[in-house]
């Protein structure tokens, strides 16, 4: 493995003293390719710290522009980002924070189209989209392409996580089953979001992916953590084995 | 005649030969709205009244949140 520079040593050295990490677990990270689908409240944080790990090669998926009513918790952005796409302005943050890191942008939504080529480039996947549509495809496509991934959620001052590895637990649609009726659910354009949960379950989502690429740990696999805010309670619920169709080896549900 | 059942965490009494859709709606939360665990399982939505809940059961309402 390529050897760290003297400026890398003392970049990561925080890094390097968790015995967890390591030099070997430095430089795994460096190799490492993670991609972010959607770079939002929960992409933020997520991108930050995995950009601050030295993980290698990001990719970072999102076909927005800032707009005001995302400074409130999307804390890769500022006011002068307004209007901007979000993959350049996020592109710009991270490389400023560290050049050591090769940023991918794609300035496109997640589809079923371009979806499986690229999940099958990286080695993790952080599923940090903002609807049900795109957290099923995601899903749905990291389970065919057998890319792990870790999917997050948030509403109001709640959020929940999980870590999927294709095969070793449930996987969003074992729990979930299919997207729901929109009139059933509601979704933060209605009933809002606190920044800081986003924040707290996007810095969870970066360290499962440096756990993964590290080897390091226990991931949250047949485990879904949630995150009451209000209230201060994190809980564990544990699933079920993998059940679903997906998980069966199904065509792809789109 | 109660049993007692774990709702999220929490001991709940439940009326005796409550099924779990009328339990859903004690507690006000559209059954469409939430993936019932019970017993480490995921119940099919189209089972929620036949599945009547028993003494001990292990029940966790798991919400949809889709923002990110």
Redesign the interface.
Known sequence: MKDLTATQKIRYSRNILVPEIGITGQQKLLRGRVLVVGAGGLGSPALFYLACAGVGTIGIMDGDRVELSNLQRQILYTLKDLDNLKTHSAQEKLHRLNPDVCIEPYNEPFTAKNGPALVSRYDFVIEATDNFEAKFLVNDICIHAKVPFCHAGILGMFGQVMTIVPGQGACYRCVFGNIPEPDQVSSTDQVGVLGVVPGALGSIQAAEAVKFLTGSGKLLIGRLLTYDALNLIFREIELPPPCCDVCRGAELIQ | MAIHIKL??KTHAVEHRMDILSFLETLKV?P??V?V?RN???LH?GMFDSVVLKDGDEL?L???????
């Not at chain 2, 798991?62 to 990110?68: K, L, S």
Request: aromatic residues 6%; glycine residues 22%.
């Open positions: 999220n965490g559209p469409a709205s993936v665990e480490r399982n995921i939505r966790e798991i919400r949809f949140v889709g923002g990110g």
